[in-house]
């Protein structure tokens, strides 16, 4: 099968498009993005620098990666930011985006009750401390929505070799904040990235028991959704907020967003 063809700006063309467009045009985009990215905070604090150096408002789509993914399938976004990357890759191969650039990347951390009573803290790697999760029939609280955060909790779980189900299995279908706030309810275990816990305020008896294992990297990507399949997408300022949050300008707004002295996202632009 012949692969779609990509429709490409470069950074100049994407802002020349955009400057000779009128103003009515030039009022907003629309981003699909993962919770994590609005539940940290971080578009709170790059979304207005972006807006007062270009004049475009993004309008942001909260969802897990999958939701957001097929929110720019339907053409609902003009532009997709998750942290899914075969997905990703297979949203740009199957025609639906133009083409993926890295953008930062964090990582996920296993939390759960600070008494740890699956013993999570002597885990030798993820798989080995999802085991014990099962092993001990200890409460586990999932996001449950296809996700990048519940895609990356499912290649555990296969790792593990184990298939979750049971009464300590907690599907919440939810965001990661929502999901986060059970979990500290129960109490009980749960995969989270980093910047979103790092800005969770409502932790109770939880804290970070596993970390550290590289198969818990977390890198996010940005697609234009592609306007030779949805016409209406804005493609010249969805292009020029990808060719910003990619520059340097757009990397520095990244690094300089932490909580409590640390930095949450890492500039991953190639």
């Given at each position: 099968?012949?692969?779609?063809?990509?429709?490409?700006?470069?950074?100049?063309?994407?802002?020349?498009?955009?400057?000779?467009?009128?103003?009515?045009?030039?009022?907003?985009?629309?981003?699909?993005?993962?919770?994590?990215?609005?539940?940290?905070?971080?578009?709170?604090?790059?979304?207005?620098?972006?807006?007062?150096?270009?004049?475009?408002?993004?309008?942001?789509?909260?969802?897990?990666?999958?939701?957001?993914?097929?929110?720019?399938?339907?053409?609902?976004?003009?532009?997709?930011?998750?942290?899914?990357?075969?997905?990703?890759?297979?949203?740009?191969?199957?025609?639906?985006?133009?083409?993926?650039?890295?953008?930062?990347?964090?990582?996920?951390?296993?939390?759960?009750?600070?008494?740890?009573?699956?013993?999570?803290?002597?885990?030798?790697?993820?798989?080995?401390?999802?085991?014990?999760?099962?092993?001990?029939?200890?409460?586990?609280?999932?996001?449950?929505?296809?996700?990048?955060?519940?895609?990356?909790?499912?290649?555990?779980?296969?790792?593990?070799g184990i298939e979750p189900a049971g009464s300590w299995y907690l599907s919440t279908g939810s965001g990661m904040g929502a999901t986060l706030n059970t979990a500290a309810q129960v109490p009980a275990y749960a995969l989270t990235d980093r910047g979103t816990w790092?800005?969770?305020?409502?932790?109770?008896?939880?804290?970070?028991?596993?970390?550290?294992?590289?198969?818990?990297f977390n890198p996010y990507g940005i697609i234009l959704v592609n306007p030779e399949r949805h016409g209406h997408v804005k493609a010249a300022q969805g292009q020029a907020f990808i060719d910003w949050i990619i520059s340097d300008t757009g990397q520095a707004a990244?690094?300089?967003?932490?909580?409590?002295?640390?930095?949450?996202?890492?500039?991953?632009?190639?």
């Amino acid at each position: 099968m012949a692969q779609p063809r990509r429709f490409i700006l470069s950074a100049a063309s994407s802002m020349a498009l955009f400057a000779a467009l009128p103003a009515s045009a030039q009022e907003f985009i629309t981003v699909a993005s993962t919770t994590s990215t609005e539940n940290s905070g971080l578009f709170g604090h790059i979304l207005p620098i972006f807006q007062a150096e270009t004049g475009i408002e993004v309008r942001v789509v909260s969802q897990g990666t999958g939701q957001a993914l097929e929110t720019g399938r339907r053409g609902d976004a003009d532009v997709v930011f998750v942290h899914a990357r075969a997905q990703e890759e297979q949203f740009v191969t199957d025609g639906y985006g133009v083409q993926r650039f890295d953008v930062m990347y964090n990582d996920f951390v296993i939390v759960g009750p600070n008494d740890d009573p699956a013993g999570l803290r002597d885990a030798a790697d993820a798989a080995d401390a999802m085991a014990a999760i099962a092993g001990a029939g200890a409460s586990f609280a999932s996001r449950g929505d296809d996700s990048g955060t519940h895609v990356a909790e499912k290649a555990l779980w296969a790792a593990a070799g184990i298939e979750p189900a049971g009464s300590w299995y907690l599907s919440t279908g939810s965001g990661m904040g929502a999901t986060l706030n059970t979990a500290a309810q129960v109490p009980a275990y749960a995969l989270t990235d980093r910047g979103t816990w790092l800005s969770f305020d409502n932790r109770a008896g939880l804290e970070i028991v596993f970390e550290g294992d590289p198969v818990l990297f977390n890198p996010y990507g940005i697609i234009l959704v592609n306007p030779e399949r949805h016409g209406h997408v804005k493609a010249a300022q969805g292009q020029a907020f990808i060719d910003w949050i990619i520059s340097d300008t757009g990397q520095a707004a990244i690094a300089d967003f932490t909580v409590g002295g640390e930095q949450l996202f890492f500039p991953d632009a190639k």
